[in-house]
């Protein structure tokens, strides 16, 4: 039996549900792997808190160079969160020879370069299953299942609180606002939700699957980025009509040497199956030259689902003979990031109800080349006399669309109310 001595940094939700499932699998660990992993030390903020599990005397300190700098370790494991200090101490222990394994997206995104280097220089593994949608093995299977494919697109529900208040918002026509408020006392939203509602969480997750999918590393800055604070009840209940369900998607494609990526508000057909991913589970569809269609499906977040990624990369970083860190392609290779991405829009308007308004917005798309697939208007006029117009365009570029959609604005006449893009329509 070898034994791994491993030591933790943080110890919260996950930390504690890491230490209950190595302790759960204990037996099963050493018979299947014929590994046993003792965790030497746990580093924390404050070592006299009250802990959900027992952890013997002398396992807890607030000293990051009890776990960074013992000999011993040689596993570290990371769930304190937040970029810093994760990101330092994480390079530190690949440094010094230790392969970390790690949940946290937001560290890894934005020091992605700067970690792999550590990493080859210490010739440590850096694992990271956990980062990314949970339980669900995406990472996994884009590094070891997926190598004999190009893959042409990702679409991912990668965020569960969003999806979560999405779906609540779709089933009830409720306010962003009242859900919001309600996620928030069920636990389900933190008390300040702005990395989940404004997108930055689906981001940094993103950044790291586009990257993978498409060996070339997509910083998290150049990922587009729009949340779903301003998502109305209205948008939801016209998409649904349209037979067209909303969800906050992250969506990276790769056409040639253009990589695009971008999280925002989408509509997809109701018959797609990520329309079907609901409350708070993740799912991750995509496509490969040679696999065709995938889709990942699970939970994406939680103590125990996470923590199984986490006790899975511990097991494989514990086994591994050689450590693979990603080879990326870059700008050398012709590879670059595209900005004027194309796609089907939703636009909602609001229009005075007068003969040549309809005609004048037509003209303003099609002066950009926009072309307009369907048109329908909505309700009565309201107390203003303005009526409510949803257009949806054929596939369009992103920059001739927002600029036809100013010259419409310009004329007072049309107000445009709302912008959504359409994915999964080919
Ligand atoms: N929660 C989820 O469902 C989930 C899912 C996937 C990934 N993740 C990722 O997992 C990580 C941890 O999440 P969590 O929910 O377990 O967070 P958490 O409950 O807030 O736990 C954070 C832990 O880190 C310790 N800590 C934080 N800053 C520290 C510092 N500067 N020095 C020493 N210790 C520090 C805290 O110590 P004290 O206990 O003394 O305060 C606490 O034990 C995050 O990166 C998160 O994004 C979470």
Redesign the pocket.
Known sequence: MRQVEIGF?????????VWRLLEEMRGETARREGISFEVRR??????H?Q?GVEVPQGV?T?R?EDVLDDPDVQIVM?????E???AD?IERALLAGKSVV??????LSTHWARLNAAAQRGGAGLYFE?????AIPVIRAMTDSLQANRVERLMGIIN?TTNYILTRMTREGSRFEDVLQDAQRLGLAEPDPTADVEGY?AAYKLSILASLAFYTHVPVESVYREGITRVSPIDIACGQEMGLTLKLLAVAKRNGDAVEARVHPTFVPSTHPLANVSDAFNAVFLRGHACGELMFYGR????M??AS?LVSDLIKAAGAQRHALPAFFDAADGVHIEEDWSSVYFIRTRATDKPGVLAHVAGCMAGHGVGIASMVQKGAPDADGRVQIVFVTHRAHEQAVMSALEEVNRSGRTRVESVIRVEGVE
């Open positions: 940094l943080g110890f919260g939700n996950i930390g504690e549900g746990v580093l924390v903020r404050d070592v808190r802990r807890l607030d990051p990371e769930f304190m969160g937040g810093q200090p994760a101490y790690t949940a946290n997206k937001m560290a956990a980062s990314v949608c949970g569960g969480d994406g977040a939680g103590d689902p996470t990624a």
